[in-house]
């Protein structure tokens, strides 16, 4: 039997988390999920020059809020770990010792300022077959200087001694058998002087740790990936080597190349999941949380950015992806990022989402805007008749504040150009006839009624409907939008209803 599924996600805690990471994590969550296997988190915090405080707290808040809980990670623990490489940094030694003793990898003593003059001397200088010779190093030193360097404890790293002439390959699931000229690879270091291993070796140690099956990560790790598949050759064998997928990228919707957090800028829609407030700036960036998104569209919205199940269902729950997902049907081109039809896709969740559910999510959003709810019941009715209409959640702000408190701003420009005294008139019969249902007793009344009765009092009038409905509308929600005029009346109720009539109808005198 196959061994059970293991994947990983494993990002390095530096920023914020980018669609494209959060899209990683989600594949990476389906595969495991639809193969019954474990999804495990791993913080790759080796190289401790890009530390950033929150970072990792960030993205263990990310996944939280997706959804996408991992079975293994620093913060739920597991068989495997720690699972912050930071805390394992004794494991890695012994790795890159026996790549010396097999002669895979080498000591290189060369100081920063060796480094740069070489940089000075030859452009595009590399660390590699090329250079490695002209260097300062276990290979180009004699064995005794290497011994007498050692024993005194002069700085040193461990690089990799990649071979030349060969052709390195894997097979990637997305894209098929993919192959390096190894005369292209320069020597990565594997162990830094501090006895901290690079990204390089802490991966392939501790994929092969960790027991990973399938190693699914962003295209732009493809450059890395001979050096990961050389040292799995040396340290584990080839055939231990977990299946990778490189996963296409998510591109800019105007021109080529990758979405970056300066085109959401520049466009104005949100390139990470959550706000990120970057400590070393002290600036935030919008995330698609805060932006009104709600996990279950951002989630279904980043699986079709590179995924479809052939046929042309759009909304997907998270039990039916898991049960449609599959890597054959990932493409293998990058998918370019369109706000507008994640704005639909947030839409349509926002459709399907229970009334209460949604209460719940938008009442921070009124609070913010200092709109008291004091009735939770008419929350959920307003959210009812209102929802059709809203993309995100701060668009129940537009779209219902009118029916908590009567609007500031009435758009009287627009109907005053048409306005008469016949249309006073009218809408102070209106009025009066309302306030005399009010003393009987009467509250509110069907939309349907009100509607009837607004008719008789049209006609009555001699005048057309089509000339007070959006005067009646302007009244009461203060511009040309909401749901139908009469359901308005019906939830705000009659009192109400006459507070604004006779507000306007001053404004129109
Ligand atoms: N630590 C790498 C990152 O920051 C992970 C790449 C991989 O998954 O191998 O994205």
Same mark, same amino acid.
């Given at each position: 039997?196959?061994?059970?599924?293991?994947?990983?996600?494993?990002?390095?805690?530096?920023?914020?988390?980018?669609?494209?990471?959060?899209? &990683?994590?989600?594949?990476?969550?389906?595969?495991?999920?639809?193969?019954?296997?474990?999804?495990?988190?791993?913080?790759?915090? &080796?190289?401790?020059?890009?530390?950033?405080?929150?970072?990792?707290?960030?993205?263990?808040?990310?996944?939280?809020?997706?959804?996408?809980?991992?079975?293994?990670?620093?913060?739920?623990?597991?068989?495997?770990?720690?699972?912050?490489?930071?805390?394992?940094?004794?494991?890695?030694?012994?790795?890159?010792?026996?790549?010396?003793?097999?002669?895979?990898?080498?000591?290189?003593?060369?100081?920063?300022?060796?480094?740069?003059?070489?940089?000075?001397?030859?452009?595009?200088?590399?660390?590699?077959?090329?250079?490695?010779?002209?260097?300062?190093?276990?290979?180009? *030193?004699?064995?005794?200087?290497?011994?007498?360097?050692?024993?005194?404890?002069?700085?040193?790293?461990?690089?990799?001694?990649?071979?030349?002439?060969?052709?390195?390959?894997?097979?990637?699931?997305?894209?098929?058998?993919?192959?390096?000229? &190894?005369?292209?690879?320069?020597?990565?270091?594997?162990?830094?002087?501090?006895?901290?291993?690079?990204?390089?070796?802490?991966?392939?140690?501790?994929?092969?740790?960790?027991?990973?099956?399938?190693?699914?990560?962003?295209?732009?790790?493809?450059?890395?990936?001979?050096?990961?598949?050389?040292?799995?050759?040396?340290?584990?064998?080839?055939?231990?080597?977990?299946?990778?997928?490189?996963?296409?990228?998510?591109?800019?919707?105007?021109?080529?190349?990758?979405?970056?957090?300066?085109?959401?800028?520049?466009?104005?829609?949100?390139?990470?999941?959550?706000?990120?407030?970057?400590?070393?700036?002290?600036?935030?960036?919008?995330?698609?949380?805060?932006?009104?998104?709600?996990?279950?569209?951002?989630?279904?919205?980043?699986?079709?950015?590179?995924?479809?199940?052939?046929?042309?269902?759009?909304?997907?729950?998270?039990?039916?992806?898991?049960?449609?997902?599959?890597?054959?049907?990932?493409?293998?081109?990058?998918?370019?990022?369109?706000?507008?039809?994640?704005?639909?896709?947030?839409?349509? /969740?926002?459709?399907?989402?229970?009334?209460?559910?949604?209460?719940?999510?938008?009442?921070?959003?009124?609070?913010?805007?200092?709109?008291?709810?004091?009735?939770?019941?008419?929350?959920?009715?307003?959210?009812?008749?209102?929802?059709?209409?809203?993309?995100? *959640?701060?668009?129940?702000?537009?779209?219902?504040?009118?029916?908590?408190?009567?609007?500031?701003?009435?758009?009287?420009?627009?109907?005053?150009?048409? /306005?008469?005294?016949?249309?006073?008139?009218?809408?102070?019969?209106?009025?009066?006839?309302?306030?005399?249902?009010?003393?009987?007793?009467?509250?509110?009344?069907?939309?349907?009624?009100?509607?009837?009765?607004?008719?008789?009092?049209?006609?009555?009038?001699?005048?057309?409907?089509?000339?007070?409905?959006?005067?009646?509308?302007?009244? *009461?929600?203060?511009?040309?939008?909401?749901?139908?005029?009469?359901?308005?009346?019906?939830?705000?109720?009659?009192?109400?209803?006459?507070?604004?009539?006779?507000?306007?109808?001053?404004?129109?005198?």
């Amino acid at each position: 039997m196959d061994a059970k599924v293991r994947v990983r996600f494993a990002p390095s805690p530096t920023g914020g988390l980018h669609l494209g990471g959060v899209r &990683t994590v989600l594949f990476n969550y389906l595969f495991a999920k639809h193969n019954n296997g474990e999804f495990i988190l791993r913080i790759e915090d &080796t190289d401790q020059t890009r530390f950033v405080p929150g970072a990792e707290q960030y993205i263990q808040d990310t996944l939280a809020w997706c959804g996408l809980t991992p079975d293994e990670s620093p913060l739920h623990g597991g068989p495997y770990g720690p699972y912050r490489q930071s805390e394992r940094k004794a494991m890695y030694k012994q790795y890159a010792d026996k790549l010396i003793a097999q002669g895979n990898a080498y000591y290189a003593f060369d100081t920063p300022e060796d480094l740069d003059n070489k940089r000075k001397e030859v452009p595009n200088f590399q660390y590699s077959r090329a250079h490695r010779m002209d260097m300062k190093n276990s290979l180009s *030193l004699s064995k005794e200087e290497v011994d007498e360097l050692l024993k005194n404890n002069t700085p040193h790293v461990i690089r990799i001694k990649v071979p030349e002439n060969e052709e390195v390959s894997l097979e990637d699931v997305i894209r098929g058998q993919v192959s390096f000229d &190894t005369n292209m690879v320069d020597d990565k270091v594997l162990l830094k002087a501090d006895g901290m291993p690079t990204y390089h070796l802490a991966v392939v140690v501790d994929d092969h740790l960790m027991k990973i099956t399938h190693a699914f990560r962003g295209e732009e790790w493809l450059p890395s990936a001979p050096v990961h598949v050389l040292l799995w050759k040396y340290l584990f064998g080839l055939e231990q080597m977990p299946k990778w997928a490189h996963l296409p990228l998510i591109l800019k919707p105007d021109g080529n190349g990758k979405l970056s957090k300066r085109d959401g800028e520049r466009l104005g829609f949100p390139v990470f999941a959550m706000d990120w407030f970057d400590p070393n700036t002290n600036t935030t960036t919008i995330g698609f949380k805060e932006r009104g998104f709600v996990p279950e569209a951002f989630v279904n919205l980043l699986a079709m950015l590179g995924w479809n199940d052939g046929t042309d269902k759009e909304i997907y729950t998270i039990e039916e992806l898991i049960a449609g997902f599959s890597l054959d049907r990932v493409h293998k081109g990058g998918a370019k990022f369109d706000y507008e039809k994640a704005k639909w896709f947030n839409g349509e /969740w926002i459709k399907k989402m229970e009334n209460e559910k949604l209460a719940a999510l938008v009442q921070p959003y009124f609070d913010k805007e200092g709109i008291e709810i004091h009735d939770k019941a008419y929350l959920v009715k307003v959210i009812g008749l209102v929802k059709e209409r809203c993309q995100l *959640l701060p668009d129940f702000i537009t779209q219902s504040s009118f029916y908590f408190k009567a609007p500031t701003q009435i758009d009287t420009a627009s109907v005053a150009p048409k /306005w008469d005294a016949k249309k006073t008139e009218f809408f102070t019969e209106l009025a009066a006839i309302y306030n005399s249902k009010i003393e009987s007793g009467v509250i509110t009344a069907p939309a349907i009624d009100l509607e009837a009765a607004f008719k008789d009092l049209v006609a009555k009038h001699e005048l057309k409907p089509g000339e007070l409905m959006l005067p009646f509308r302007i009244m *009461l929600v203060g511009g040309k939008f909401g749901p139908g005029v009469f359901e308005i009346v019906e939830t705000i109720e009659l009192k109400e209803t006459i507070a604004r009539i006779q507000y306007s109808l001053q404004l129109l005198s």
